[in-house]
């Protein structure tokens, strides 16, 4: 009768070693991994606020001249109006007139820049916006020329995709031999 007495707490510790104990560690353990994963994201959320803070304060120190440079370099929307009326008013300070206006869409569902393949998905994935615009200017070719040299240097972003030109006056030879047609494919940019 001693012998089953122990034995029967011993059968008992084990068993509740097995159902109770055991599972309940294998918890805790699980508790201190995520504990560890949640203390790692929170140190985390603290560094990206400190970045944020900085970010802020930087952004706060660039001054009102220079925040509108940079929204007319790179706006946040798509103007076409505005973009349109840049464009025209850069042409007439040169003497040229603009006509013939088209904005593309770009239906394709990839496009070849420069032999490497982009596909619309990629786009999406892109923070900017491509706007693609096609116009006629005539005038002469010096205008065309400072036109060009302009629209290099002006503020607002723009890549010449394609230039085709040719002379308006095909038919009248007698007329001023200086005056062409110039057919600009051009991009500009815009935030998401």
Request: net charge negative; hydrophobic share 30%.
């Given at each position: 009768m001693r012998a089953i007495f122990p034995t029967i707490l011993i059968i008992i510790s084990v068993l509740a070693f097995i159902f109770f104990i055991k599972p309940e560690y294998e918890n805790i353990t699980v508790l201190k991994n995520d504990i560890s994963v949640y203390e790692?994201?929170?140190?985390d959320s603290t560094t990206l606020q400190e970045v944020k803070d900085s970010l802020v304060s930087s952004y706060k120190s660039i001054s009102q001249e220079?925040?509108?440079?940079?929204n007319k370099l790179l706006p946040d929307e798509v103007n076409n109006i505005k973009f349109v009326l840049e464009i025209e008013n850069l042409a007439s300070d040169y003497n040229l007139s603009v006509k013939n206006v088209n904005?593309?869409?770009?239906?394709?569902?990839?496009?070849?820049?420069?032999?490497?393949?982009?596909?619309?998905?990629?786009?999406?994935?892109?923070?900017?916006g491509k706007f693609p615009?096609?116009?006629?200017?005539?005038g002469s070719y010096e205008s065309f020329a400072l036109f060009?040299?302009?629209?290099?240097?002006?503020?607002?972003?723009?890549?010449?995709?394609?230039v085709t030109f040719s002379s308006s006056n095909k038919n009248n030879k007698l007329a001023d031999s200086d005056n062409y047609e110039y057919i600009l494919k051009v991009e500009t940019y815009w935030l998401k």
């Open positions: 790692g994201y929170i140190n220079n925040k509108e440079k940079l904005f593309e869409s770009i239906e394709s569902s990839s496009e070849s820049k420069n032999g490497v393949s982009i596909s619309k998905s990629d786009e999406e994935n892109l923070s900017y615009i096609e116009f006629t200017i005539s060009i040299k302009e629209l290099e240097t002006n503020l607002r972003l723009v890549d010449v995709e394609e």
